[in-house]
């Protein structure tokens, strides 16, 4: 099961599977557009460090926010776009992998690092052919991790590296052996997550046209799925959601939403809701009845639970 985690004002909280916060470690502050603070954070199963970037470098620390190292990503180029750093841990806990939106903050090329959890040391470097303005990653459970990188109104670009992975694709690898990269070749699929095996993946389409459930590793189609797959008319306003994931191994969580023109106030007029969806036959499983405060509160844990903010603003496992 991932580690679950929100950033605060005074750090990052980490909850154990019950929901009793473990520690909160203390990081810079989220700040404003000149000064976003904390950016990507992750904490390993053991949730017993911490690491995360600001927009200049990477941190890993203890629960009293020493630093036990720093990976240092350079100086941000002045009145540069939005760029946010990624950090993940890997499956094992031995890596952390760094998405770094280099050319939009003016470094140079968009890199992909892979660094030793223990030491920081880099073990891996991927040169990117984008310009992102940022990144999530996926881990797998193989220790390969999954990379979809958002480039505005330019679309998104999905990666794979890890050992094992067939090189193919523009992007440039220095890196030992068995740390290939491979680049998926789409510009319009935005990755929401991996199955909990690790044999498949989800995306949406970057107009959120559809959702599609893709084999690993070669990226192959398995399932599409539509608006009208959940009941709804072309005539209806409906779109994908970029967000859901998987519930379990084989159920996937789908979310739709809307405009309603005849709601009463403005409030009422956005709507969302989160459909069931077997990831092996695209069958629709039905609504998942829950309220959330957005589109992308819900978060699946891939056991068959899944996080929700609750009405005073804590994390609730359901």
Request: proline share 7%; charged share 25%.
């Amino acid at each position: 099961m991932r580690v679950i985690s929100r950033l605060r004002p005074d750090g990052v909280d980490v909850f154990d599977a019950a929901m009793d916060l473990v520690r909160t470690f203390p990081t810079p502050p989220p700040g404003s557009y000149k000064d976003p603070g904390t950016q990507g954070y992750a904490a390993p199963a053991a949730r017993d460090r911490l690491a995360y970037a600001t927009e200049d470098a990477v941190v890993l620390i203890d629960p009293d926010g020493r630093p036990q190292w720093r990976f240092d990503l350079g100086v941000r180029g002045p009145g540069r776009g939005v760029a946010a750093v990624d950090v993940a841990f890997s499956a094992d806990d031995a890596l952390v992998w760094v998405y770094a939106p280099d050319a939009m903050a003016d470094r140079g090329e968009d890199v992909w690092f892979a660094l030793d959890a223990a030491t920081g040391e880099v073990r891996a470097r991927h040169v990117l052919p984008t310009v992102g303005h940022g990144g999530n990653q996926c881990a797998l459970p193989d220790g390969r991790m999954l990379l979809g990188v958002g480039e505005g109104q330019d679309g998104v670009r999905i990666y794979l590296a890890g050992p094992g992975t067939p090189q193919a694709g523009p992007g440039t690898s220095q890196a030992g052996p068995g740390t290939s990269l491979h680049d998926f070749g789409w510009d319009d699929r935005v990755l929401i997550a991996a199955s909990p095996d690790g044999s498949q993946f989800m995306t949406v389409g970057h107009e959120q046209e559809d959702l599609l459930i893709h084999d690993l590793p070669d990226g192959r189609t398995r399932l599409r799925l539509t608006a009208a797959d959940f009941g709804f008319a072309a005539r209806d306003e409906v779109f994908l959601e970029w967000s859901g994931g998987y519930l379990d191994e084989h159920t996937v969580i789908a979310v739709l939403a809307g405009v309603d023109d005849e709601a009463e106030s403005a409030d009422e007029e956005e709507w969302w809701r989160h459909y069931r969806v077997d990831a092996r036959t695209g069958e629709v499983l039905g609504e998942l009845r829950v309220t959330t405060i957005d589109q992308y509160d819900l978060t699946p844990l891939g056991d068959g639970t899944y996080v929700i903010t609750d009405t005073d603003g804590t994390p609730r496992r359901m």
